[in-house]
């Protein structure tokens, strides 16, 4: 199973910017969407951005779309998550996610679709 390693939440203030880092321990073909997922306490768990290893097909909820941009670095397996003009309502636990994709080379909406999860990164907002 793939391990996945994430790094750089932290606390910032609106309107500000900070950029997730996930590396996985190895590549997959049968995990070959990656990207992130974020759930506040109280709040459905809700994909944020995920991206199409070695493609071009990405994906950002409405919620950061224009704000966050989501990029890979296929040569060491990681894939990047910039997040800019942050809100208070981004706070929330990220978890990085990989697994397959559909057959038309997009990536999953569900969670359960996905074959292996990062432990999480607390992103903090304050206004």
């Known amino acids: 199973q793939v391990q996945l390693m994430e790094s750089g939440g932290g606390s910032v203030q609106a309107g500000g910017s900070l950029r997730l880092s996930c590396t996985a321990s190895?590549?997959?073909?049968?995990?070959?969407?990656m990207g992130w997922f974020r759930q506040a306490p109280g709040k459905e768990r809700e994909r944020v951005a995920t991206?199409?290893?070695?493609?071009?097909?990405?994906y950002y909820s409405d919620s950061v779309k224009d704000r966050f941009t989501i990029s890979q670095d296929n040569a060491k397996n990681t894939v990047f998550l910039q997040m800019n003009s942050l809100k208070p309502e981004d706070t929330a636990m990220y978890y990085c996610?990989?697994?397959?994709?559909?057959?038309?080379?997009?990536?999953?909406?569900?969670?359960?679709?996905?074959?292996?999860w990062g432990q999480g990164t607390q992103v903090s907002v304050s206004s």
């Open positions: 996610v990989t697994g397959p994709s559909t057959m038309g080379g997009n990536c999953y909406t569900r969670g359960y679709e996905y074959t292996s």
């Open positions: 991206i199409h290893i070695g493609g071009s097909n990405t």
């Open positions: 190895k590549f997959s073909y049968s995990s070959n969407c």
